[in-house]
Each structure stands twice: as structure tokens, then as C-alpha cells.
């Protein structure tokens, strides 16, 4: 199966950072890539689509990036809502595959 | 709205099987797909498989074939996950969604649309 690692698994920011979460792929995945945000007992929420295409309705400030096998989640000025658990997801291959997970805390 | 509304949570005994229904609304149903991911308690998500809501394609993950089956009853606008030989480690929060399956990645927009989560527990 095809491994999805993100770094870093924890990350503590304050109300305005920028933040930037990195997902790896074990194999090359063209763009194939997803990211998803999960709040405490909530079902996660879709952000981007395609490395880098926002889902509609998802805030500007939430931008991806990458290729192959290395993919970028940019978080820029962190709003309250946005302390979460972060996941990207690959569908270039199946079984589809999900990273461990990158959880923001405020500092 | 476009939702996803999940029945209610389980408790199962080791061996039993488990149902959990998917009630679809707001949208042409057979128009999208709808795939099951499962969180165990305090981990990362886990993809169980999806099926075609028009012709009831299904693709499951290998882990879970034989032990899993997907179905959807167009007329309802739902859809069924059956888990059967069910494990104390199949304890998770069972998640339907909703998406564009089966025609490879440059159609697949991301799992869009979340139901509300069904936590089953399995213990003895």
C-alpha cells in the first residue's frame, strides 16, 4: 500500500501565523492529492483537491502545492477555527491512503 | 442541504456483524458515489472501500474483502455498510461520504460531503 507521511504529526502556532504542513508519498502520485481538516468529533472537511485546487466555500487563506511524491499544506494568517487535525489523502492508487494526521494546537 | 445522515451507534459482541445505513439527501443520488472511512479511537482515518450509487460498482480495500459489503438502495437514497466477523479492533467511528468514483483520479474531485460519523464498538 502506499504510505502517506506527514511532518510535522504536531505543531503549535498562534492566532496569525503561517504554517505549512509537508505529506510525502512512498511512490509518485502525479497530483492525486487531498487534504482534509478534522475538528474534534467531527467529520473531516474537505479543503483541496488535485495538490492545489480549494474545495468551494474553503477560505483563501488555505493553499496546496506539490507533485510527485512531495505536497504542502500552507495555512496563511491561522484563524481560531483552523486548530485541527489536518490529513492528506492519496487517490492515485488503490487502496486509497490517508497521512497520520498533523494536529495544530494554539500556542 | 446536501447531507449525509448515518443510523445510530452499535454495540457488538466479538464474531456478530453490523449494519450501518447512510441516508442521502439534497442531491441526485445516483449521481455520486458513496465511500466508507473509519477512525479507530484517537487514530487517523482509514478507507474501507466505495460503491457506484447508479450500478452498484463497488471497489472495497483488500484488508476488508470478504468481511465487507457495500450496497445502496437507490429508491431510499441510502446506502449500507456490512462489516461481518467483527473484531475488538474494529472498533471505530464509521463514516459515510460522498463522491465521484470509478473514473479514475482526473474525476475525482475529493470526498465532498461527510454523514455525521456511527461509532461501533465490539467488545465482549
Known amino acids: 500500500d502506499m504510505q502517506m507521511t506527514q511532518s510535522p504529526s504536531f505543531l503549535s502556532a498562534s492566532v496569525g501565523d503561517t504554517v505549512t504542513i509537508t505529506c510525502r508519498a512512498s511512490?509518485?502520485?502525479?497530483?492525486?492529492l487531498a487534504w482534509y481538516q478534522q475538528r474534534p468529533g467531527k467529520a473531516p472537511n474537505l479543503l483541496i483537491y488535485k495538490a492545489s485546487i480549494l474545495e468551494s466555500g474553503v477560505p483563501s487563506r488555505f493553499s496546496g502545492s506539490g507533485s510527485g511524491t512531495e505536497f504542502t499544506l500552507t495555512i496563511s494568517s491561522l484563524q481560531p477555527d483552523d486548530f485541527a487535525t489536518y490529513y492528506c489523502?492519496?487517490?492515485?492508487?488503490?487502496?486509497?491512503?490517508f497521512g497520520q494526521g498533523t494536529k495544530v494546537e494554539i500556542k | 442541504q446536501v447531507q449525509l445522515v448515518q443510523s445510530g451507534g452499535e454495540m457488538k459482541k466479538p464474531g456478530a456483524s453490523v449494519r450501518v445505513s447512510c441516508k442521502a439527501s439534497?442531491?441526485?443520488?445516483?449521481?455520486?458515489?458513496i465511500t466508507w472511512v473509519r477512525q479507530a479511537p484517537g487514530q487517523g482515518l482509514e478507507w474501507m472501500g466505495w460503491i457506484s450509487s447508479d450500478d452498484g460498482n463497488t471497489n472495497y480495500a483488500q484488508k476488508f474483502q470478504g468481511r465487507v459489503t457495500m450496497t445502496t438502495d437507490t429508491s431510499t437514497s441510502t446506502a449500507y455498510m456490512d462489516l461481518r466477523s467483527l473484531r475488538s479492533d474494529d472498533t471505530a467511528v464509521y463514516y459515510c461520504a460522498r463522491g465521484k468514483f470509478g473514473l479514475g483520479p482526473s474525476h475525482f474531485f475529493g470526498i465532498d460531503v461527510w454523514g455525521q460519523g456511527t461509532t461501533v464498538t465490539v467488545s465482549s
Open positions: 439534497g442531491y441526485i443520488f445516483t449521481i455520486f458515489g
Open positions: 489523502q492519496q487517490y492515485n492508487s488503490y487502496p486509497w491512503t
Open positions: 511512490e509518485r502520485i502525479s497530483r492525486w
